[in-house]
């Protein structure tokens, strides 16, 4: 083979391989975008859909006991439990700009996580007792936690799920840790500085921004709740 020949040939080889860095380039920054998108766009539509037909009749209240009878009272009904994969709650945090409102999903599987963010599933419910821990994309699929770094205590993070809102208050900066520490999300976050049980709130995501070798956390608390009936939440004018 002569020396041109092998000069051409890996020049078609550079060539090539330039064009395949180029087009994954614009599928992770562009093309996961435009599908983030879209299937975020298709959950919200979902969750107001839902919202939209009303809440859920409460049950009809048991007549009571004849005279001279008891009975045990029946316990309220347990909430429906999120299903798998599907959209509940909106979530808003001023910090991150006006227009910064992503959905959340049930799990945190690779397939969610591409339709918004993912709620670790055994966990605590919205607003319960407990550490309610969230998920998110740092980068790619539409960059939900591009600006997570910027997050400084006192910070809102703002939920509905179509009938209250709720504001959690950010306790602290962002905290750096591997993916093994998953005590993180623990009832009581381990290092949150919580020191017993209450109604908090756990993000997570990538860190270094365009990695995954560690992840960054933010940890908050439940600071104030309100019918949607009434309005917004105060956190949205502050």
């Known amino acids: 083979m002569s020396v041109r020949l092998i000069v ?10 330039g064009a395949l860095i180029v087009l994954f380039v ?13 299937a975020t766009e298709g959950q919200i539509d979902a969750l107001h859909s839902r919202w939209a037909q009303g809440p859920v009749s409460a049950p009809a209240p048991q007549p009571s006991p004849a005279p001279g009878t008891s009975r045990t009272p029946k316990e309220s009904p347990a909430p ?12 808003y945090i001023p910090r991150f700009g006006k227009g910064w409102e992503w959905p959340v999903l049930e799990n945190t599987a690779v397939r969610t996580l591409q339709k918004g963010l993912g ?16 998920a998110g994309h740092r980068r790619t699929y539409g960059d ?7 997050l400084r205590p006192g910070d809102a993070v703002v939920l509905t799920d179509g009938t209250t809102w709720f504001t959690y208050r950010v306790d602290k900066p962002p905290y750096r840790t591997v993916p093994s520490d998953i005590g993180v999300i623990d009832p009581v976050p381990r290092k949150s500085g919580f020191d017993g049980p209450g ?8 860190e270094p921004e365009w990695g995954s070798s560690h992840r960054l956390i933010a940890w908050a608390h439940l600071d104030a709740t309100r019918p949607v ?10």
């Open 119 to 134: 709620h670790y599933s055994g966990t605590a419910r919205l607003g319960a007792t407990g550490n309610f821990a969230v």
């Open 144 to 150: 939900p936690f591009k600006d997570f770094p910027e």
């Open 8 to 17: 051409r040939t890996f020049s078609e080889l550079c060539i090539t391989v």
């Open 26 to 38: 614009v599928y992770v920054l562009f093309w996961t975008g435009v599908k983030a998108a879209d």
């Open 199 to 206: 109604r908090y709130l756990t993000l997570t995501t990538c």
């Open 229 to 238: 009936s009434e309005g917004e939440p105060a956190a949205f004018h502050s």
């Open 80 to 91: 429906a439990a999120y299903r798998d994969g599907k959209p509940f709650a909106m979530m």
